[in-house]
């Protein structure tokens, strides 16, 4: 089996398609033999971790794949004990972990709505689920004694997407760049009275953390959800969503050049918009910028077989190297370098390994994948979509680098295409 084709069975595209990337990025950028290199990397990646976690090259997929969730129970176990073995459901815990991670990632400014502006929002369009929750009858009342910040952040769990989508945004068209700010990004932890409004939330997404791209907002929910792995998780989240505020605040900056088109683009940007039309090129390669993970609503999208970079899964290689900065922070965590640093850099990284039946079986290496599958081992359902899309932005990496591939994101995510 060629690279090119060993690539393409991975991410179960043409191999027609890599073989044309491969000529046609090699002739761009004169760089030869990248598919070759990326396949010898990958399988020596494969190859090292494996001896790691205790398992032989020949060793099946079921074998691989439940040694790397026993690495990530082991690794959750390893890092509770560093953070003093905190309990989310209470505020002070889930608050020690966000200043610990705040270390790391220093929440960055960036230019977001103005508290003014969202507080008239709400005004104008009451939340009126929120309001009963918190028994007010008045928005301007409820703002004399609640956070802003909080109240915005409960609009996710408590009003659901019917409201917000056919209502509460369509105010969003009035937006200008003047609405907007520079300031720092926030992280925080929700009071607890939010809790019982956000457990169905919490049981759909499998975590307790989420954010508000427009307003710079990461925010905890103090609640566990009582699953393995469940701490390291939380804390890569936390990582991720701060890599991806930070993106669509650059995103939003360079929209505010052109006030005609702004709150269009900035609607389209928090929807998260992706093309939906072919693009077809005879003699360049044309790549889509995806700024979802397609996988989640449907795992058969045309768009995850096509050449494609992905915003997404850049936050995400990010957020997997937080963890092995960690240990540079504090004392607590001078112990766990060779430990956190298993999961550095193999977002990318999978190969096939044989089933009990002896058809070959993909195993991903990505942490996020391992996580998310150990949260769903009792449904025996298997996460791969990270590594994949990992997996091309990594092709795209090995002719252009990773300066291009975030360039690249950012000048055509609106666009949805671009062509080499």
């Known amino acids: 089996m060629t690279s090119q084709e060993k690539i393409a069975k ?18 761009v950028t004169g760089k030869t033999g990248v598919c070759d290199a990326l396949v010898r990397e990958n399988d020596a990646q494969v190859a090292a971790h494996i001896k790691r976690i205790g398992v032989s090259r020949g060793a099946g997929a079921k074998a691989v794949y439940e040694a790397l969730i026993r690495r990530i129970e082991e690794d959750d176990v390893a890092l509770a004990k560093a953070f003093g073995n905190p309990v989310c459901d209470s505020p002070e815990d889930c608050t020690g972990v966000v200043d610990i991670v705040r270390d790391v990632v220093a929440p960055p400014k960036g230019f977001f709505l103005k508290p003014e502006k969202a507080r008239e929002f709400l005004v104008r369009e009451p939340p009126r689920k ?13 703002f004399e004694k609640e956070d802003l910040f909080e109240v915005f952040s409960a609009l996710r769990f408590v009003e659901g997407s019917e409201w917000l989508n056919g209502t509460f945004f369509k105010q969003y068209h009035m937006l200008s760049p003047d609405d907007f700010e520079e300031r720092e990004v926030r992280v925080h932890v929700l009071d607890p009275k939010w809790v019982g409004a956000a457990e169905h939330f919490m049981q759909k997404k499998w975590h307790n953390i989420s954010h508000l791209k427009e307003l710079g907002v990461v925010f905890v929910i103090p609640k566990t959800l009582g699953i393995p792995g469940e701490l390291l998780r939380m804390i890569s989240l936390i990582f ?18 052109d ?26 390669s044309p790549w889509l910028v995806v700024q979802r993970y397609l996988a989640k609503d449907d795992p ?27 240990t540079l922070f504090r004392q607590q965590f001078r112990g766990l370098r060779d430990q956190l640093s298993f999961w550095v850099d193999l ?13 070959d079986t993909l195993v991903s290496f990505d942490l996020v994948d391992t996580v998310m599958s ?12 990270h590594h994949q899309e990992a997996l091309w932005n990594r092709l795209f990496v090995g002719y252009f680098g990773e300066e291009k591939l975030e360039e690249y994101c950012k000048e055509y995510l609106l666009q949805g295409y671009f062509e080499v």
Do not use: Q
């Open 10 to 27: 991975i991410l179960r595209a043409d191999k027609d398609y890599i073989s044309h990337i491969d000529a046609r990025l090699s002739e």
């Open 130 to 142: 929120v309001m009963k929750y918190l028994k007010y009858d008045d928005p301007v009342k409820m």
């Open 240 to 257: 991720h969503y701060l890599h991806e505020v930070s993106f669509y605040s650059d995103m939003f900056r360079k929209i505010a050049g």
């Open 259 to 284: 006030r005609n088109t702004f709150s269009y683009y900035l609607i389209s940007l928090l929807r998260g918009d992706v093309i939906d039309r072919p693009v077809i090129s005879d003699d360049r």
């Open 300 to 326: 058969y999208d045309w768009r995850l077989y096509v050449p494609h970079l992905n915003p997404e899964a850049l936050h995400w290689a990010r957020a997997e190297r937080d963890f092995s900065k960690l």
């Open 347 to 359: 977002d990318w990284v999978g190969d096939f390994f044989k089933d009990d039946v002896g058809n």
């Open 374 to 385: 150990l949260v769903k081992e009792r449904e025996m359902t298997k996460f791969l979509y």
